[in-house]
């Protein structure tokens, strides 16, 4: 699987990411970003364009060498982006540290994300926030089956990501307060569409 996972699922990721329907949904959660930023799994730097003026420094934590040199190239003239090479479940950060942490479409793939999420609350500082969108486990029984039966092959394919995480649950059993959660389907098959976007704070 050498070969597969450093050569040809990195361009895999890129071209899911390019997806146009996931654009309103960068916009709002990027958009949101402001102050010392931490984005979980910068992958090939689809996120990078909707960062705004608010963001004072952004750290981009990426483990894959392969999205790393993919998001290098993305960036534009003149912009700042400290990358760090690490995996989410050993953020190299000091406690409290960051204003804002930027996960999107992440949460699926981490192999550990209840250590991940703990990790996210320990960087950010009291008055931070998380900015989440996420695919993950949907409410419709029918699907949930779907999920479940389709998630053991499809981590080998893709990269590790599950399709039936709870997500809002996650994000609280990790200490957080959810302040706000859209769920719904996005165009596609609904075994790999149901999103979960929002905000939370550091309980």
């Known amino acids: 699987m050498g070969f597969y996972n450093d050569v040809i699922l990195p361009r895999v990721c890129d071209l899911a990411m390019r997806n146009k329907q996931l654009r309103p949904y960068r916009e709002r959660v990027i958009g949101a970003a402001e102050g010392r930023v931490l984005e979980i799994g910068i992958g090939s730097g689809r996120?990078?364009?909707f960062y705004r003026p608010q963001v004072t420094e952004l750290l981009a934590l990426e483990p894959s060498p392969q999205l790393t040199a993919m998001a290098r190239h993305a960036l534009?003239?003149?912009m700042q982006?400290?990358?760090?090479e690490a995996s989410a479940e050993a953020i190299p950060l000091e406690d409290r540290s960051v204003d804002t942490v930027v996960t999107t479409w992440t949460l699926c793939s981490i192999p550990d994300a209840a250590i991940a999420l703990t990790e996210m609350r320990?960087?950010?500082r009291p008055s931070g926030k998380l900015l989440f969108v996420e695919h993950g486990?949907?409410?419709?029984?029918?699907v949930r089956r779907w999920q479940?039966?389709?998630t053991p092959a499809w981590k080998r394919i893709s990269g590790g990501c599950h399709l039936n995480r709870p997500i809002g649950a996650m994000i609280e059993s990790a200490g957080f307060r959810i302040d706000r959660v859209e769920t719904g389907y996005m165009?596609?098959?609904k075994a790999m569409t149901f999103m979960y976007e929002g905000s939370a704070r550091p309980g």
Request: net charge neutral.
């Open 47 to 49: 996120n990078l364009p």
């Open 76 to 78: 534009h003239p003149g």
């Open 81 to 84: 982006v400290n990358f760090v």
């Open 122 to 124: 320990r960087v950010l």
């Open 137 to 142: 486990m949907a409410p419709d029984k029918n």
């Open 148 to 150: 479940d039966w389709l």
């Open 187 to 189: 165009p596609g098959p």
